[in-house]
């Protein structure tokens, strides 16, 4: 298995700009989480999925955040309008037991 | 809460022994985790342990869990250059699929 797939790598918007950031999970693992990754914070839970149905949210900072999990080896993080503060490292990461997986990453700008 | 804390930074010469240490908080937490994130890179499993073992080791990684006191350490032998990035400790009260709540990092330097 190519491990935890994100894309794209990098992305560079204006603020403003509708933003979505994708995932392909390990074939047979049945979690999904989202982190968003800063200085100031470090790794911080925004949504995590449990057989494609969205467990818990909170993490999500705000309304123009949004994720959808439309089956088992397809995950979308959404931001929409975004803003320079959304300026990080977007984590995707899939489980089946004890041991979490992670993807590359999503390096996002906001200009 | 739950939190997990670690130093930020340590500084080791090139074959001597780096010792990363962690405390968390919470007395359920089942599964403890350390992850190793590279330049540029995505975070990389390293090693994890049950709440009811005391010691791991593998290969050059030993990892000493003091339950009483929830620390967590891992300790790397024989340090090389290729080892420097940034080590997090995790823990999960679950068998992993409730989400791991991760320290800040710790940073670590490999002098030659």
């Known amino acids: 298995d190519a491990g935890v797939i994100q894309s794209p790598r990098h992305e560079v918007t204006e603020m403003g700009q509708e933003v979505t950031l994708r995932c392909k999970p390990i074939?047979?693992?049945?979690?999904l989480f989202w982190y968003r990754q800063t200085m100031m914070r470090g790794l911080e839970l925004l949504i995590y999925?449990?057989?494609?149905?969205?467990?818990?949210d909170s993490g999500m900072p705000e309304d123009r955040f949004s994720a959808k999990m439309p089956n088992a080896s397809f995950s979308t993080l959404k931001i929409q309008p975004s803003e320079p503060r959304d300026s990080a490292v977007y984590f995707c990461?899939?489980?089946?037991?004890?041991?979490?997986?992670f993807g590359q990453g999503t390096r996002l700008t906001v200009v | 809460g739950e939190d997990v804390e670690q130093s930020l930074f340590l500084s080791v010469r090139e074959g001597d022994s780096s010792v990363i240490n962690c405390t968390y908080t919470?007395?359920?937490?089942?599964?403890l985790y350390w992850y190793k994130q590279e330049p540029g890179a995505g975070l990389q499993l390293l090693t994890y342990?049950?709440?009811?073992?005391d010691m791991k080791q593998d290969q050059r990684l030993t990892v000493l869990l003091n339950k009483k006191d929830k620390h967590l350490s891992l300790r790397i032998a024989d340090t090389q250059t290729g080892d420097s990035a940034i080590y997090f400790c995790?823990?999960?009260?679950?068998?992993?699929?409730?989400?791991?709540?991760f320290g800040k990092g710790t940073r670590l330097s490999v002098i030659a």
């Open positions: 990461a899939s489980s089946f037991g004890s041991q979490a997986f």
């Open positions: 074939s047979g693992h049945d979690y």
């Open positions: 999925f449990n057989n494609n149905v969205p467990i818990d």
């Open positions: 919470d007395s359920s937490s089942t599964y």
């Open positions: 342990i049950f709440s009811n073992m």
């Open positions: 995790a823990e999960s009260t679950s068998r992993g699929n409730t989400p791991l709540v």
